[in-house]
């Protein structure tokens, strides 16, 4: 919706806005812009809500600069015209009212908002809509649609993998990867790896782009009812469209890690196993292990893994035994007791496979078997120096 002229004028005067809406139904589409919104922003109209007013709708937005959301909902105004409201008040008031139709009328000459319900009325003041940061216009943009429970599902297998350090901003973000046979999804913070393809999805033209967490987040939780979502993208910018819903945000600069070259080739050893009894096994076992190195210890022979953990500085320690399928070397080798268990807990196949080659050297899990035709999941755990 193109940003209109902010009021109507009416022999010379200025005409107050007016809309009717339900509070609910307000509320919902609010609360799923309110990700977007930061706890302290350098602009202080983004601590609001834009309102884009047109007949028989109304625009909502919200915005950090980095990342806009929109989305669009009925309204009952023959009115057109913009004004931007206090998030937090907004939101608070909502969620105390039941479901019922709440009247906004808006005063152009100080942008006062007054709500009125059958209860009584509630003043707030706003802030010139004009005031409000423009969405980026994404000129040249390829385009490429896909099945929103795919998209989904590549997000939140690989997303939990991805960096926060600040001086390593390429790997605080997912590496999409788009190629004319499948597609990738990228992700890690240099201890841990996810890439999640789909050779079932296609791309007419060939691409690769960093897109931060913040609409990653915002996108996996509107879309989970949304059959399809639309992406632009530009070499700065992409867009994601569903439903009602717009997400544009600014893509990560800077060279993504050549990650294929730290995936080993051969790893020879591969033991299956029941993915819920190794993921209970290591969160009972980890409560035992150090603090800092959260370790567990792996000791593979035969049909048999032993789990096992210990704190030397409180002599504490535990030890496990699993029945497995394995074949290979006999081997021990110690990995991070919670970069296993965010794997595995972002997994939902009965048995996975590891698969190793050296005990200082990358582990390998994936499903034992796809968990969805087309769909191919490797994750990669550095391995942490075993004590003596």
Known sequence: MQR?????????HLEPM???VSSSQLLRHLSSLSGVLNSSNTLPILDNFLIELGPGEAVISASDLETTMTTKLEVKTEDTGTIAVPAKML???????????????????????????DAGKYKLTGANGDDFPKSPMLEDAATFDIEANTLITAINRTLFAAGNDDLRPVMSG????FYADNVRFVATDAHRLVRYARTDVQ???????IVPKKPLNLLKSAAAHAERVSMSYTESNACFRFDEVTIICRLIEGKYPNYEAVIPKENPNRMVINRVDFLQAIRRVSIFANKTTHQVRLKLAGSELHVSAEDLDFANEANERLNCSYSGEDMEIGFNSRFLMDMLNNLSSAEISLELSAPNRAGIIR?????????DVLMLVMPVMLNA
């Open 4 to 12: 209109k002229g902010c009021w109507s004028i009416f022999e010379g």
């Open 18 to 20: 007016h809309f009717i």
């Open 91 to 117: 939101l608070d008031i909502l969620k105390a009212f039941p479901d019922i139709p709440l009247t906004f009328k808006i005063d152009p000459a100080t942008y006062g908002v007054e709500l009125t319900s």
């Open 174 to 177: 997912i590496y999409f990867e």
């Open 203 to 209: 791309a007419s033209s060939g691409a690769q782009f």
């Open 367 to 375: 499903p034992s078997e796809p968990e969805e035709a087309g769909e």
